[in-house]
């Protein structure tokens, strides 16, 4: 039995008449007029919060939300988040003036069976990232019970995710956490083969760990985005003035020699396409690689036939595992690479596989391509669920005490 599955879960507990303090993660985009642009980390919050109110419990919720290094900045406040969650809940969702205090614990005192009160910014207290013992103190004063929902913060030892767990005498994991373990542990742990592992972004050096871990499991990895181009380059491949990381030339040669001794099918792109400038407008073209990137032109995206090779990959799997871009999708020239896995991802789910998606871009990418619905799970925690994936345990699960 992995340590996260002998956890106290949310199940386990009965909330009646109890101060549930809340640990979720609303940390979501914001647009100029401070109105919430991607809802889905609140609705992923919802059925925890739900079970809290129908047993009768008092529903006392904190968060962070951007990057506000301590300061009470206004744009970083979580009122827009405070109406968006009255609007998905259907009842009112009070905004505390802060996340301790005296006027605070007042409030959470006052609170009756079923309502929900949501703190404000964490981050507006540098004492929450630093896992202040004190402040810690002063957020377990708002609770009887703490349930830690926030998947997207639990690999980080932070006052809200596990200091303030020493400080309560009950401490369980939510839904969210139970779904996004359940998913990922999944990926570790006696997955359907064939499995492939679909890795993009820019560099090696953030997803070496994942990729030593999951070469001793998959049977193919799929190596995309910036991170090809230093496999490629490792290989002799001319790229032009494409990202490359020289400092890992070597390493990238080795993942290549450990695949091949491991009997795991390295895919490479073959083709991409090309363009002198990151911008929309720009002129592109399609190139095979092995004929190389001309000076002055950047390798962006993956091409037509290193897609349709990717596609076969992915749908022929039983478990899939996708984390980062194969392009630069935020600009259409570059956003087929990307699109297609995700259109291939769908696919392979409808055939019976599981796929799973990492969170970060990529969780955004299958998002944007209206593909949400049909993936098996994407995780709401990029940071989090790499790390979990690395073999490392987290932080936020580890404090949790054992079921009895």
């Known amino acids: 039995m992995s340590y996260w599955e002998r956890k106290t879960f949310f199940e386990d507990l009965n909330f009646r008449g109890q101060r549930v ?13 401070q109105r919430v642009t991607d809802n889905n980390r609140v609705r992923q919050a919802l059925s925890t919060i739900r079970r809290i109110v129908e047993q009768g419990g008092r529903a006392v919720l904190m968060s962070h939300l951007g990057r506000p290094g301590g300061e009470q900045v206004p744009e970083l406040s979580l009122r827009p988040v405070a109406e968006e969650l009255s609007r998905l809940l259907g ?6 003036p802060d996340c301790v205090g005296a006027e605070v614990e007042a409030q959470v005192q006052a609170l009756q069976d079923g309502e929900v ?22 957020l377990a004063k708002l609770g009887d019970v703490y349930v830690n929902d926030a998947f997207g913060t639990a690999h980080r030892a932070h006052a809200s995710t596990a200091g303030v767990v020493k400080f309560l005498p009950i401490a369980a994991l939510g ?23 679909v890795l993009g972004g820019a560099k090696i050096s953030d997803k070496l760990k994942v990729i030593e871990n999951l070469m001793e499991r998959v049977q193919a990895l ?53 363009a002198q400038a990151l911008k929309a407008d720009v002129e592109t073209k399609t190139v095979a690689l092995p004929d190389g990137v001309p000076e002055g032109w950047k390798l962006l995206d993956i091409g037509p036939q290193t897609l349709a090779a990717y596609k076969s990959v992915v749908q022929n799997a039983k478990t899939v595992f996708w984390n980062g871009p194969l392009g630069v999708f935020e600009i259409l020239p570059f956003a087929a690479g990307t699109v297609g896995v995700a259109q291939a991802l769908a696919q392979a789910t409808a055939g019976g596989a599981v796929t799973v998606v990492g969170g970060g871009d990529s969780a955004a990418a299958v998002q944007q391509s209206g593909l949400a619905e049909h993936v098996s799970h994407i995780s709401t925690g990029g940071g989090a669920s790499l790390e979990f994936l690395e073999g490392r345990e987290l932080p936020g699960v580890t404090v949790i005490p054992d079921r009895n």
């Open 21 to 33: 303090l809340t640990r979720v993660d609303f940390n979501v985009p914001l647009d100029a007029k």
């Open 91 to 96: 009842t009112s969702v009070t905004l505390a």
């Open 117 to 138: 009160l949501l703190l404000e910014n964490l981050r507006y207290h540098k004492a929450e990232t630093k896992n202040d013992p004190e402040f810690c103190r002063q």
């Open 175 to 197: 839904y969210l956490i139970r779904k996004e373990l359940d998913f990922l542990g999944g990926l570790l742990e006696n997955p359907r083969q064939p499995y492939v592992a």
């Open 222 to 274: 799929v190596i995309g985005g910036g991170m090809a181009n230093t496999f490629l380059a490792a290989q002799g491949f001319a790229l032009g003035d494409s990202l490359v990381d020289d400092e890992l030339l070597d390493l990238a040669a080795g993942l290549v020699e450990q695949a091949r001794n491991r009997g795991v099918q390295l895919h490479l792109p073959t083709d991409g396409v090309l």
